[in-house]
C-alpha cells in the first residue's frame, strides 16, 4: 500500500469494502469532518485521477468502487463503468473483478441486453484463475448467479434452452460476447469522461504481456 493511501480521510471507501476495511487502511477516520455529498465527490473523483497519474492502480480502483456506489449522483454509472473497465485490465484480485461485474449487470438490469456477455465474461475470469485462489468460491458463485439472473430474465427454464441462448448470442465465445462490453464502456464514460490514464494502463499492460511472453 502507498503512504497515500495512509492518510485519513483521503478517500471514504466504508461502503465500498466496508466500514471496518476502510478503518483498518486509514482510509476513514471517526474524527474526519463532514463533506457534504458533491464535495465529497469532488474529492474522490480528483483522488482517482491523482492515484491515476501514480499509477497506483490498486487505491485508483478502490476510490471507483466508492464512486460506483453513489447512486444519488447522476454521474455513478460513468464511475461504475471506470471502475470494471480498470478491473478487467489491471491485476486485480477475482473477488473485485466479479464484484463489479456484478454490480454492473445490476446496474443495467437482467433484462439488458448483454446482462448475458457480461455473465458470461465473469465465469470465463474465474476459470482462468488458479483453483488455489481463496476467492475463487465465492467468485465462482457469484459468477453463476449473474448467468441464473440473466438466463432468467430472457425466459430460459429448461437445459436445452439455456444451450441455444448460449449460442445465439455467442456467449460461449469471448471474441463474440467481450467486444460489446468494451464498447459499452467507452460509450458510458464518453470521450472526455475519463478519470483513469487509460493510455498509462495499456502500456503496463502491454510491458507485462511482453515479459510474460519472453
Known sequence: MSDTQNKPGVINIEVARGKEFAQQTGQTSDEAPERSAEEDWAINVNAVKQYSKARAWEECLNALTYLSTRENNPEAPRAMAQRVWLSLKCATPIGDVT?????LQA???AKHELSGNLASLANLLCQHRDERDPELPLAQHHA?????????AAGIDTTEAFNAW??????????????????????????????????????????????KAE
Open 99 to 103: 464484484l463489479a461485474l456484478t454490480a
Open 107 to 109: 446496474l443495467l438490469g
Open 144 to 152: 453463476q448467479l449473474m448467468l441464473q439472473a440473466a438466463g432468467e
Open 166 to 211: 448460449v449460442a445465439e448470442h455467442g456467449l460461449d465465445d469471448p471474441d463474440t460476447f467481450i467486444p460489446p462490453i468494451m464498447t459499452m464502456l467507452e460509450l458510458m464514460v464518453g470521450d472526455d469522461g475519463w478519470w483513469v490514464d487509460r493510455d498509462a494502463v495499456q502500456e503496463e499492460l502491454m510491458a507485462y504481456n511482453a515479459d
